[in-house]
């Protein structure tokens, strides 16, 4: 597909030109092009063993890892067995789901490992990890056959062929020759790997398969926008609900445009709405899960998590698809009202009831009547208000402050803290038996750190949200956002990400891309293994860190693995390579002397030459 031209040094992951390939390059021809197609590079795969020395067996203590992932070793034909009983007992298109969503939470954390191990190479070495990955863990054997990527501007094409895939021949050997393509983990794994690296959702599609009689299996990659009308099967496999748009930031309430798209103009009282559930993580689904089972009864329902976890959108979720979505839902935050309000606004007031009631009017539950109502941080309300609540749940009754009528309200409660509850009540500060009226069906909302997989997705719904809401052409998030976004631990959870993609949207340049600068400029802090700014908000060059990272995590384990090996104890945890040890007193050589080679290799009693050498050989940047 496209035409081969003459070649041009490869590009790094910003598009800039990097010059000559280094290293050995060993494996399948790899041929990146520009976004217009004006040159080809035809690329080899970059050597594995920097990708094979993060594989380790512990057979002692039955553990095999990859980096910090555990893995597992299966038999090809027992997962055939569960591919099996997942079709019959399920059916084929939730098995075809399931296992999609599996290779996509895979294929994500692989793609964890490109800033560890080949954060200094060029865009197609640092992408050729997930092919190799996908090779090392024994899917299949990856060809290459067309790349184009430029992250920047958040254009993607890749198509490559799968040879001798397991999947398809486990599928092939339980039905059969049939008339689907099959390799549903790996179409799963590619999209989520692919997502992760770009930073934005990307949708593989398998347009031949071996289970379809071909020699072979092809797969296609693109933007889910790209696709057009031609993906609208394929992403409802990325659902784990359909009340949920999977990776896809649109629905009936948004339009296409060109290049990104952009959401249409749609005011929500809520960050996000309803109609914007994206995510494809395991921990997202999980909780779709558990409002499916829950919405169509009259179950009171108490989310848990977080703060800025996204607990009001899940809520109002339940509400639009429940028996009562035709009712009101109405929503209030116990924590923004006064605590002499709080009576009046949830059960209404009477004329006179205290002395700026100058007339009657209803309160959150009479409004909510027939519908749902949302009680958001419920922790802090007085203990008089959570008496009155009580009834209000037991009895389906309420009486507005200063009158002496009860009132019979048909209210679906659902509550939302980001408190420990229990701790409350036996620190005296919540009602023991309104706690267990309310924790019914408690659902967990994960924070955002539990659910990096939906990072590249919040982010391209959060760039076309903004880019819209202000008139700004921004093109999307340069390659060292990126990582500082994997990295960053997000204690504001999706609220803070939503308000920081905002700032990048306003602070980068029209037909620029957003850089980390435009991002965090509040003193945030990041692993200095992948990014880092220190505690001044001053960004560290990535070359300097790609040669002096070396986090405190990685000393402590370096430091234990070698102290247990030298007093002959045990040590917990994934073991450590004795490259990794001597790849963590390089940098911590290097670190100590400031980036002064000559002095780091005195430090460690060898020449300046032998420490450039071995920093060159574990791709160290000098």
Known sequence: MG?????????????????DQAGDHTGGQMKLVTPKGARVDSLRYPDIADLMSRLRFAPGNGRIWL????????????????????????????????????????????????????????????????????????????????????????????????????????????????????????????????????????????????????????????????????????????????????????????????????????????????????????????????????????????????????????????????????????AINCAAIPEALVESELFGVEKGGFTDATQSRPGRFERANGGTLFLDEIGILTMTAQGKLLRALQEGEIERVGDTQTRRVDVRVVAATNLDLRDEVRAGRFREDLFFRLNVFPVRVPSLRERKEDLPVLLNHFLRKYRERHGRNVTGFTSRAIDAILSYNWPGNIRELENIVERGVILAADDGAIDVGHLFISGETFDLSVFGVDEHGALLPSDKLNLLAGSEDEAGRVTRQVTSLLMGTENEGPPLSLDDIESALLKSAVRQASGNLSAAARNLGITRAQLVYRLKSRGLRV
């Open 67 to 330: 980096d910090d992932q555990r893995m597992v070793l299966l038999h090809a034909q027992s997962l055939g067995t569960l591919r099996r009983e997942l079709i019959d007992s399920l059916g084929i298109d939730a098995a075809r789901g399931l296992l999609t969503r599996m290779g996509y939470n895979s294929g994500a954390r692989d793609a964890e490992l490109v800033g560890k191990v080949r954060a200094a190479n060029d865009v197609a070495e640092m992408f050729a990890v997930g092919p190799q990955l996908h090779m090392l863990e024994g899917l299949t054997e990856v060809e290459p056959v067309r790349l184009e990527i430029d992250v920047e501007k958040g254009h993607y094409y890749g198509e490559f062929l799968w040879k001798g895939c397991a999947e398809d021949e486990e599928h092939v050997r339980i039905y059969g020759i049939g008339a689907e393509p099959a390799c549903w983990t790996q179409i799963g794994y590619a999209s989520g790997y692919t997502s992760v690296f770009m930073g934005r959702p990307i949708l593989y599609r398998e347009v031949e398969c071996r289970a379809l009689g071909q020699s072979y299996c092809r797969i296609i990659g693109k933007p889910i926008e790209a696709w057009g009308d031609e993906a609208t099967n394929d992403l409802r496999f990325l659902k784990a609900q359909s009340f949920t748009q999977g990776l896809a930031a649109s629905d009936e309430h948004t339009h296409a445009l060109s290049g990104y798209g952009a959401l249409a103009p749609r005011e929500t009282p809520t960050a996000f709405g309803d109609g914007n559930m994206v995510g494809a993580s395991p921990g997202f689904n999980a909780v779709c899960h558990m409002i499916r089972r829950v919405a169509g009864t009259r179950a009171t329902v108490l989310f848990l998590g977080e703060s800025g976890v996204g607990k009001e959108v899940f809520a109002r979720t339940l509400h639009r698809i429940s028996k009562r979505s035709e009712g009101a839902f109405v």
């Open 3 to 19: 035409t081969q031209h003459k070649a041009e040094p490869a590009r790094d992951r910003t598009g800039d030109q990097t010059g």
